[in-house]
Structure formats: structure tokens, C-alpha cells
């Protein structure tokens, strides 16, 4: 089946610093990948669409510039915290399909802590 | 806008009964509907997908269709503790994206 490897599992910084987070889909491609945050007892939130060769669409109230999503190839995304400060810590997890109507396969996600 | 409600929960059955968890949906053009369960600190895993009107049976699991009222329903026969999660029914949506209901919660006691 179609597995999504997300990396890292967790991770801590200190406030400022900036925090990259890979996302790759290990055996199909994926034109579009989606990043969600979850923060707890909360649910799922949907921050931005990946898309392959092109700009990320972000959602409402997520701050691009903040949350820099890069689509490089058709099986990497990565999403980068830059200034990260403590309101950023949260769990972020990134999602693919890999045909047309097929479910959405989702990473394992990142635990971010910053200090 | 798009939306799909649950019932957040929780819902408490008692080991060994079946648990119903219930999904609307507002789009009358989703073709896909999906149910994930989330375990605490998790990510959410696939549990079964439904395209068509009627049943689709899985082990325990069981999801529902009816499009003509808009609704999407997952049972769970001889709940088991280890069934206590979330769980996410997800519809398909524009742009190849799904989106996801609130979650129930489900608690199974022994």
C-alpha cells in the first residue's frame, strides 16, 4: 500500500531558530501533498496544499512566510517553522493520495516543541 | 463551504457491544467517504473507504452509505478497549483534498 515517511518523529528548538520537517511518499508520486496541525484534543487542521513545481496554497490564517512549504519533486515536501516560538508547538502531520479518489495516506507526524 | 459534522462525543459502549459512529455531509457531489481512526498522539490511520450506496463490511468494521440523505455511518461489532480513539470520517472535496469532520470520541470499557 501507499506509505507516507515523515521525518522528523519529534523534535525541539529553542525560540528564533528555524525547524525543517520532510515529508516523502516511499512508493508512489505525489503531485500534491497537504500539511495539518493538531494541536491537542483538538482537531485536525488543514494549513496549506503542496503542490509539485509550484507555490503552496495556504489556508486562511496560516502565515506563509512563517510556514514555508517546498514541493521539489514529486515524492518530497517539506514544511519549514522559521522563528519558531513556543505558540508553534504543535504536531504536524502531512498527507498524500496517490491516484484520484484513493484515501489519503498520512505521516507518521512531528511532535515540535520549542522552548 | 463544505462541511461534514459529527457528534464529537464521547461515546461509551460497554466491551463486546457495537459502537455507531455517525458522519453528514453537506455536498451532494462527494463521490468518496472515508473513516481514519486517531489514537491519542497519533496520526490518523485508514480504517475503510465507501463509493457506493449500502454496506462495505470489514472484519468488524462496517461503513454505511446513503448520499441521498447525506450521511456516512462506521459500525463496530464486538468493540474491543483497544477500538478507543478518535474517529475521523473525511469526504472528498475540491482540489483532490479531503475534508474532515470533527472526530468522535469512542470509549470502550471493559
Known amino acids: 500500500g501507499a506509505v507516507v515517511s515523515q521525518h522528523p518523529s519529534w523534535v525541539i528548538c529553542k525560540s528564533g531558530t528555524s525547524v525543517k520537517i520532510e515529508c516523502r511518499s516511499l512508493?508512489?508520486?505525489?503531485?500534491?501533498m497537504f500539511w495539518y496541525r493538531q494541536f491537542p484534543k483538538q482537531s485536525l487542521m488543514l494549513m496549506a496544499t503542496?503542490?509539485?513545481?509550484?507555490?503552496?496554497?495556504?489556508e486562511q490564517g496560516v502565515e506563509k512566510d512563517k510556514f514555508l512549504i517546498n514541493h521539489a519533486s514529486l515524492t518530497l515536501s517539506t514544511l519549514t517553522v522559521t522563528s519558531a516560538h513556543p505558540e508553534d508547538s504543535s504536531f504536524y502531520i502531512c498527507?498524500?493520495?496517490?491516484?484520484?479518489?484513493?484515501?489519503?495516506?498520512f505521516g507518521n507526524g512531528t511532535r515540535l516543541t520549542v522552548t | 463551504q463544505k462541511e461534514v459534522e459529527q457528534n464529537s462525543g464521547p461515546l461509551s459502549v460497554p466491551e463486546g457491544a457495537i459502537a455507531s459512529l455517525n458522519c453528514t455531509y453537506s455536498?451532494?457531489?462527494?463521490?468518496?467517504f472515508f473513516w481514519y481512526r486517531q489514537y491519542s498522539g497519533k496520526s490518523p490511520e485508514l480504517i475503510m473507504f465507501?463509493?457506493?450506496?449500502g454496506d462495505k463490511e470489514d472484519g468488524r468494521f462496517t461503513a454505511q452509505l446513503n448520499k441521498a440523505s447525506q450521511y456516512v455511518s462506521l459500525l463496530i461489532r464486538d468493540s474491543q478497549p483497544s477500538d478507543s480513539a478518535t474517529y475521523l470520517c473525511?469526504?472528498?472535496?475540491?482540489?483532490?483534498?479531503?475534508?474532515f469532520g470533527g472526530g468522535t470520541r469512542l470509549m470502550v470499557k471493559p
Open positions: 498527507s498524500a493520495r496517490d491516484t484520484y479518489n484513493s484515501p489519503l495516506h
Open positions: 512508493d508512489f508520486q505525489a503531485t500534491t
Open positions: 503542496s503542490n509539485e513545481g509550484s507555490k503552496a496554497t495556504y
Open positions: 455536498d451532494r457531489g462527494s463521490q468518496s
Open positions: 465507501i463509493y457506493s450506496n
Open positions: 473525511a469526504v472528498d472535496g475540491a482540489g483532490n483534498m479531503l475534508t
